[in-house]
């Protein structure tokens, strides 16, 4: 891999409602600290020197908006480029992959409902797919206990089995991959929609899948506590308490 192709670029896919927040602006660009959600992710993604350039994925008739919003928050200098998304977070990866320039041969894809990621996760990832990975996910061990059960809308679910915890991880981004192995899998899974071949297939949930789904081979590195995704109201009280804390010893 060259120099240029070892230098990456992250897709932040930002089109969603993320409506498990409650009513009103679209996840992304709740606050934190007084600061959208996406800056702060964003933000994380530009302080690491592994990174060159980051393509948000914006809904499509409000990118004008987040243009400014970046912009007013300091982030004019560095390569951000603001793209229209799409319905689905996959397609919105595929169009924010779009706008990526041939010769980067890393991309990293991050949900920006991880606003507080440590750089040292984001290197890490980076370094994995430079050092030879096709796909690579941060993740942490699950503290609790797992149950699998048979879904039952309703009433009490039946429990199937119980994982053994020492082999599960929750899984977190950035994840990171070659350029080429990226877009060959979202090539092929807009193949098999187009087809209307997904049908009983499971759901993917993240790129990562994507690449699983189609035989290739996914690796883990050390995630970090504070890479949570602020889903619901609780997390938002959490990622606020971080933040602080951060301010508080000048880490941020």
Do not use: C, W
Request: hydrophobic fraction near 50%; aromatic fraction near 2%.
């Amino acid at each position: 891999m060259n120099a240029t192709g070892a230098i990456a670029a992250a897709v932040v896919p930002a089109a969603g409602r993320g409506e498990r927040l409650g009513p009103g602006a679209p996840k992304a660009l709740r606050d934190l600290g007084g600061v959208p959600l996406l800056v702060h992710a964003v933000r994380a993604l530009t302080r690491s020197r592994a990174v060159g350039l980051v393509v948000v994925a914006a809904p499509a008739d409000g990118v004008a908006e987040v243009v400014a919003l970046l912009d007013s928050h300091g982030l004019e200098g560095k390569d951000i480029r603001v793209v229209a998304g799409g319905d689905t977070r996959q397609e919105s990866v595929r169009l924010g992959l779009a706008a990526i320039p041939a010769e980067v041969g890393i991309v990293l894809v991050h949900d920006a409902a991880r606003p507080l990621v440590p750089v040292e996760v984001v290197d890490a990832v980076a370094a994995a797919v430079r050092a030879g990975a096709e796909a690579v996910v941060p993740a942490v061990p699950l503290a609790d206990t797992v149950k699998r059960v048979e879904p039952v809308r309703g009433g009490p679910e039946p429990v199937l089995d119980t994982p053994d915890r020492a082999t599960l991880r929750a899984v977190q981004t950035p994840q990171g991959f070659r350029r080429d192995t990226l877009a060959e899998v979202h090539a092929k899974a807009l193949a098999e929609e187009s087809a209307g071949v997904e049908g009983g297939l499971p759901p993917v949930t993240d790129d990562a899948g994507l690449v699983e789904r189609f035989g290739g081979r996914v690796v883990v590195v050390p995630g970090h506590e504070e890479a949570f995704k602020v889903t619901r109201p609780l997390d938002l009280v959490l990622a606020e308490a971080v933040l602080a804390r951060r301010r508080a010893a000048d880490a941020y």
